[in-house]
């Protein structure tokens, strides 16, 4: 028996998790608002993920585990899939190391980075940012804080979704970390970074 | 009869045992579920020639002692679970239903969210569920 709950619903608890958890539990420590708002994510990722693997197999290596949440995860979460993957995830090989900056670098690229672009990101489609900004001022300073404030605004609801994809790969497994970025909505790109 | 159940977690430790002989040779059982978590750990990282073998998550028989079987299955999320029996003739096939029942069982006792991940399952009805499963499971075959 499949149990269904109201896509407004869903909406409205996770715009007032962020509400609560800015405004009310910890005013003016946004810092610790994200990390629990992520610390919630990171619990419903893992009980998830548990959820969605159990008919499958074994996950064989990381790549297969990250397309799983691209295409299945996503699909069970936000009705569809990712919509561009890209890696710099190379087979590790050890180089000859030469210099300890050279070491450090070619340490980062072996690490494996992740980028998953959803072009119409489900839980900020209906956001809009409040344009109300007063252009009186010199001509380029506005538009920047404009910029500014709804970057911030919408990335305290993105530490929800970053704290899911981060609760699947370590349940699978794969110890990340997991970061977003909305330069352009309604498009949103979420960046893994796999720690060794 | 099964004799004994446990759910151990990612890093080898225990989630959950219940057993259900009325003995008291509980520290036997946990020392045989013990022991069997490095044959769980041997199977998966020396993976045997057999190709389809690779990523299932049934393991299959895993050793037996004198009087003993155990059965063990490994899920996705690197969760096992041992179980041990006395019966000596057992039907692969109602091993992997019985898994199965008892994966979706431990589901909703993890989809709790009062349970904390990595600690103990302290859910009666999950007990309950178990208990039900392996008095309805059984796997005495046509003699």
Same mark, same amino acid.
């Given at each position: 028996?499949?149990?269904?709950v ?7 608890l996770?715009t ?6 800015? @405004?009310?539990?910890?005013? @003016?420590?946004?810092?610790?608002? !994200? ?5 919630i994510?990171?619990?419903?990722g893992?009980?998830?993920t ?14 297969e585990a990250?397309k ?14 990712i919509?561009n993957?890209k890696t ?8 000859q ?5 050279v ?15 959803? @072009?119409?990101?489900?839980w ?7 344009p ?10 506005p538009?920047a804080m404009?910029? @500014? ?11 929800f ?15 990340? !970390?997991?970061?977003?970025d909305?330069?352009n909505l ?6 893994i970074r796999?720690?060794? | ?11 080898n ?10 003995? $008291?040779d509980?520290?036997?059982?946990h +020392? ?5 978590l $490095? %044959?769980?750990d041997?199977r ?6 057999s ?6 998550t ?11 079987k155990?059965?063990g299955?490994?899920?996705n999320?690197?969760v096992? *679970?041992?179980l041990?029996?006395? $019966?000596l ?5 109602d091993?992997?239903? *019985? ?6 069982a431990y589901l $909703?006792?993890?989809?709790?969210? *009062?349970?904390?991940?990595?600690k103990k ?5 999950f007990?309950?569920? %178990? ?7 059984? *796997? +005495?075959?046509?003699g």
């Amino acid at each position: 028996m499949v149990r269904e709950v109201s896509e407004s619903c869903m909406d409205s608890l996770l715009t007032e998790i962020v509400s609560s958890y800015c @405004n009310r539990f910890y005013v @003016n420590k946004p810092e610790l608002a !994200a990390r629990r708002i992520e610390a919630i994510g990171y619990q419903v990722g893992h009980q998830l993920t548990e959820r969605y693997t159990i008919e499958r197999p074994r996950f064989s290596d990381h790549l297969e585990a990250i397309k799983f949440i691209c295409k299945d995860f996503w699909s069970e979460l936000f009705k569809k899939q990712i919509d561009n993957l890209k890696t710099n995830h190379r087979v590790s090989f050890r180089p000859q190391i030469l210099q300890l900056e050279v070491a450090i670098q070619t340490f980062w690229l072996l690490q494996g980075t992740f980028v998953l672009q959803d @072009n119409k990101f489900r839980w900020l489609s209906h956001m809009s940012v409040d344009p109300s900004v007063d252009i009186s001022g010199a001509g380029q300073e506005p538009f920047a804080m404009s910029e @500014n404030k709804s970057a911030q605004a919408t990335s305290m609801h993105l530490y929800f979704p970053c704290g899911i994809i981060r609760g699947a790969l370590s349940t699978l497994g794969i110890p990340c !970390a997991v970061s977003a970025d909305t330069s352009n909505l309604p498009a949103c790109s979420f960046v893994i970074r796999i720690k060794v | 009869m099964i004799v004994c159940i446990a759910v151990v977690g990612h890093q080898n430790n225990p989630l959950y045992i219940q057993s259900f002989t009325e003995a $008291d040779d509980a520290l036997k059982l946990h +020392h045989i579920v013990h022991c069997s978590l $490095d %044959v769980v750990d041997e199977r998966v990282n020396n993976p045997k020639k057999s190709g389809p073998m690779l990523n299932e998550t049934f393991l299959g028989l895993l050793y037996p002692t004198e009087n003993y079987k155990v059965y063990g299955y490994l899920t996705n999320t690197k969760v096992k *679970f041992i179980l041990v029996t006395t $019966d000596l003739d057992v039907r692969d096939a109602d091993v992997r239903n *019985f898994f199965r029942r008892f994966h979706s069982a431990y589901l $909703d006792a993890v989809s709790n969210p *009062f349970h904390v991940p990595g600690k103990k399952i302290t859910s009666k009805t999950f007990a309950e569920r %178990v208990t039900n499963i392996v008095k309805s499971v059984s *796997f +005495h075959t046509t003699g």
